[in-house]
């Protein structure tokens, strides 16, 4: 059976945990294939909220398998408490999560080398959530890194205290001021460690083959967003994993002919949390009510997301770099009550006007151009069939399926599981 993807296609925090959480019962198998606890997938039910950073989202369904893959970095000290949150909540996770073996570890000195390196970069500074992601990617591709079947080895601790010593010296070389206290933050960290060996590890690759193999279904859950991904997104304010379609193939181990529905999730709107260039930026008063109205913070850092128009040329070119072919539309509620809405169709790009991301899209470079819509005032959220929905949404979904030539198939209408329209 071939393995779906789902992934976001803006600059992350698009509403991936709650897409899975819904699709689950689909699934025999959910499985995470990049980054780490940067992402926050946030799911809602029964009342409650629950965020996942590491731990894919398919876990508080009891019949689905989770796989945590050779492409994710996985911080144990983070790790281990998703797992005492899950305890609380009675989730039984022993018997249905699953570790690939190949996955990276961060060490406390990888967060310590993201506060540095980004301390060094001043105005510059990525914006990163800090949790050690990109040095730890960094590690796996220079051939240093430390794998989870490296805990299952006599010597490890061997391997650890030299990269861990050589990360020392390359905080001192940053000449910022860090304070911290290894020492403490080793006892939690091996702490943690024992924790992370009490579960089963896997040679996910295998345990993935044989599984499309016997025709079990599968969903990999993709974190960020397309334009976060290390080579297609907006560097180098990006993340340092491939977030797009090929992301899955590579940590996952998952053959491209073994790829069968590609869903790419939207808002309806754009956010961004970070540094880095956002065309449809806005700095209003419409700006600050979709950051309102669409509690606007990061599930991970807390930090406030910037808000903008939907940019459709990033939209376009999210879903010619993944294959898309099912979206999921986000969040349209917050959308209530705007006169206009506004959705960024091409830039003036050096003077001219362009369709398409180009190399550089600096603010001074760029501005967009919109095509406006009518907005609707009906509160969405109670909404549960298509016919219920606006002439006015109709129109703005109507005319995005047409640019994209791609339909729509969900519409969310709020942070609930049971908040989801299907098309
Ligand atoms: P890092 O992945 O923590 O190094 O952060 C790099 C950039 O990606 C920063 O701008 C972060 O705010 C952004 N980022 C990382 N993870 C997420 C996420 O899950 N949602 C939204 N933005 C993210």
């Known amino acids: 059976m071939a393995v779906?993807?789902?992934?976001?296609?803006?600059?992350?925090?698009?509403?991936?945990?709650?897409?899975?959480?819904?699709?689950?019962?689909?699934?025999?198998i959910i499985a995470r294939f990049q980054g780490g606890p940067n992402a926050g997938h946030t799911l809602v039910f029964n009342g409650k909220k629950h965020v996942l950073h590491t731990i894919p989202s398919g876990i508080f369904h009891e019949d689905a398998m989770n796989v945590v893959g050779n492409g994710v970095v996985i911080d144990p000290v983070i790790f281990k408490k998703e797992l005492d949150k899950l305890e609380e909540q009675d989730v039984n996770y022993r018997k249905v999560l699953l570790i690939s073996r190949k996955a990276h570890l961060i060490l406390p000195t990888h967060r310590l080398l993201d506060a540095a390196s980004e301390a060094s970069k001043g105005k510059a500074k990525i914006g990163s959530t800090l949790k050690g992601i990109g040095p730890t990617y960094m590690d796996k591709t220079g051939r240093n890194g430390i794998r989870v079947g490296d805990i299952e080895l006599?010597?490890?601790?061997?391997?650890?205290?030299?990269?861990?010593?050589?990360?020392?010296?390359?905080?001192?070389?940053?000449?910022?001021?860090?304070?911290?206290?290894?020492?403490?933050?080793?006892?939690?960290?091996?702490?943690?460690?024992?924790?992370?060996?009490?579960?089963?590890?896997?040679?996910?690759?295998?345990?993935?083959?044989?599984?499309?193999?016997?025709?079990?279904?599968?969903?990999?859950?993709?974190?960020?967003?397309?334009?976060?991904?290390?080579?297609?997104?907006?560097?180098?304010?990006?993340?340092?994993?491939?977030?797009?379609?090929?992301?899955?193939?590579?940590?996952?181990?998952?053959a491209p002919n073994k790829v069968g529905e590609v869903y790419g999730i939207?808002?309806?709107?754009?956010?961004?949390?970070?540094?880095?260039?956002?065309?449809?930026?806005?700095?209003?008063?419409?700006?600050?009510t979709m950051g309102r109205?669409?509690?606007?913070?990061?599930?991970?850092?807390g930090r406030?997301?910037?808000?903008?128009?939907?940019?459709?040329?990033?939209?376009?070119?999210?879903?010619?770099?993944?294959?898309?072919?099912?979206?999921?539309?986000?969040?349209?509620?917050?959308?209530?009550?705007?006169?206009?809405?506004?959705v960024c169709t091409a830039y003036k790009y050096k003077g001219e006007t362009i369709w398409h991301l180009p190399y550089n899209i600096e603010e001074d470079n760029i501005s967009p151009i919109y095509t406006e819509f009518k907005g609707w005032k009906e509160d969405l959220t109670k909404m549960t069939d298509e016919s219920e929905l606006p002439k006015e949404l109709n129109d703005y979904i109507a005319f995005l399926e047409k640019e994209l030539g791609i339909p729509i198939k969900i519409v969310s209408v709020g942070p609930d599981r049971k908040q989801t329209i299907f098309r």
């Open 293 to 301: 109205v669409g509690h606007e913070f990061g599930a991970t850092t």
């Open 154 to 254: 006599a010597d490890w601790k061997k391997k650890y205290r030299a990269l861990a010593n050589k990360h020392q010296a390359m905080i001192d070389f940053y000449d910022v001021d860090i304070q911290y206290d290894l020492e403490d933050l080793e006892k939690d960290f091996f702490e943690a460690i024992e924790v992370l060996k009490s579960l089963t590890f896997i040679d996910s690759e295998e345990y993935v083959f044989q599984a499309i193999k016997s025709g079990q279904s599968i969903l990999a859950e993709g974190a960020q967003g397309s334009l976060l991904d290390i080579d297609f997104g907006t560097y180098p304010y990006v993340t340092s994993s491939n977030t797009t379609a090929a992301g899955a193939c590579t940590g996952l181990g998952i």
């Open 4 to 28: 779906d993807l789902l992934l976001g296609l803006q600059w992350g925090d698009e509403g991936k945990g709650k897409i899975v959480d819904v699709l689950t019962s689909k699934y025999d």
């Open 304 to 342: 406030p997301r910037r808000c903008g128009w939907l940019d459709l040329v990033a939209l376009k070119y999210a879903c010619q770099v993944n294959g898309v072919t099912q979206l999921m539309m986000m969040k349209g509620d917050v959308l209530s009550g705007f006169k206009t809405l506004k």
């Open 266 to 288: 939207f808002k309806a709107y754009t956010t961004r949390v970070g540094s880095g260039p956002f065309p449809t930026e806005l700095f209003d008063e419409d700006g600050e």
